[in-house]
């Protein structure tokens, strides 16, 4: 999924899929695998006046392969526990170049409980590392990304999503001027069909509002560095079986200010497996 701060035609969490947060409370610890891959050609862009206009665009791809473990603690009841390692990978052609390699790390903690046999509401929060394999790809800042989670479930459909923040540390280049990224509020939600047992189509909206830079050493934010969009997609669940499930989505900008349009495609493939790594009392 791409979660890394600020960046043009880059929601956070945008990669999500429905049931995303349809977590359970006392449970046996179980392990789940994800890889989340997305293309994105934006040809277009945003100008300041949120007027479109065509260039200055970039095919990029983006991977995520995340690991995750869920436990309970039988002292503390009706509370769902979860830890998740991240590592992202990237891809971007623009302008006749082309660059690739793996991307900051993220990991960290989430809690959550179920208010009834329908519902989930909890908070995740994941720090991201400010390295990189490539300079390019490298943010040189630390990040914490931090956010609500919902999931209400009916008997035909499904409703599910985030709400939260992205806040950088500041930014230091040996010889340069100190800045600091403008947090980044960001929310995606889910709205699905159950179609059938296996099959469950539905639609996404994502937003994000992000502040602009802010150059520490002239004490002034940077011209048109503050941004905002929001896309709107529909995609569809394979629920092959109970361990395995396959989700594609199409999404597009459908508003913006100063971003690289969405022109996206997602794909994500979870694998749930069980077998603790951890004991928990």
């Known amino acids: 999924m791409r979660v890394s701060c600020a960046k043009a035609a880059d929601i956070t969490f945008a990669v999500i899929g429905p049931h995303e947060y349809d977590l359970p409370v006392d449970f046996k610890p179980f392990n789940v695998f994800v890889q989340y891959g997305d293309g994105n050609a934006a040809t277009f862009h945003y100008d300041g006046q949120g007027a479109r206009h065509s260039g200055q665009g970039a095919h990029t791809w983006s991977g995520m392969s995340k690991y995750v473990h869920f436990w309970t603690f039988k002292s503390i009841p009706k509370i769902g526990f979860a830890y998740e390692v991240i590592q992202t990978e990237s891809y971007q052609l623009a302008n006749g170049t082309n660059f690739g390699g793996l991307g900051p790390t993220i990991s960290g903690p989430a809690v959550w409980f179920k208010p009834n046999a329908h519902s989930t509401f909890g908070i995740q929060t994941f720090m991201q590392t400010p390295s990189a394999t490539r300079d390019r790809l490298n943010p040189n800042y630390w990040s914490n990304l931090s956010s609500f989670m919902f999931d209400y479930e009916w008997k035909h459909f499904g409703f599910d999503g985030d709400l939260g923040a992205v806040v950088a540390s ?74 395995w499930n396959i989700t594609a989505r199409y999404s597009h900008s459908v508003e913006g200010r100063n971003i690289a349009e969405t022109n996206a495609y997602y794909l994500k493939l979870a694998y749930l497996f069980q077998g603790a790594i951890f004991s928990h009392y």
């Open 170 to 243: 500041t930014l230091h280049n040996k010889g340069q001027h100190s800045y600091h990224p403008g947090t980044a509020f960001h929310s995606n939600l889910r709205f699905s069909w159950k179609a059938s047992p296996h099959w469950e189509p539905f639609f996404g909206l994502d937003w994000q509002n992000n502040a602009g830079l802010r150059d520490n050493t002239l004490r002034h934010y940077v011209a048109n560095t503050s941004s905002r969009e929001v896309a709107l997609g529909v995609g569809l669940m394979w629920n092959i079986n109970s361990a």
